[in-house]
């Protein structure tokens, strides 16, 4: 599936130099990026600053 996001040029330029070393295109390196990416029991990666997240919105009650 093609997907187009914008991204900072040195975030691009990370992916590219990881990519070449890699031996694939771009593109590979991403899916491989995302398809090994750790994550928590709460499924999120272990670097995120769980402080800085938005808080869950209050579930609104029945009427």
Excluded: C, F
Aim: proline share 6%; aromatic share 4%; glycine share 4%.
């Amino acid at each position: 599936m093609q997907v187009a996001y914008y991204i900072a040029p040195e975030a691009k330029q990370a992916l590219v130099e990881v990519s070449n070393k890699l031996g694939v295109t771009a593109s590979e390196g991403l899916e491989m990026i995302l398809t090994h990416l750790a994550l928590e029991q709460d499924g999120l990666p272990a670097w995120a600053d769980r402080d800085k997240l938005p808080e869950a919105l209050p579930m609104a009650q029945a009427s």
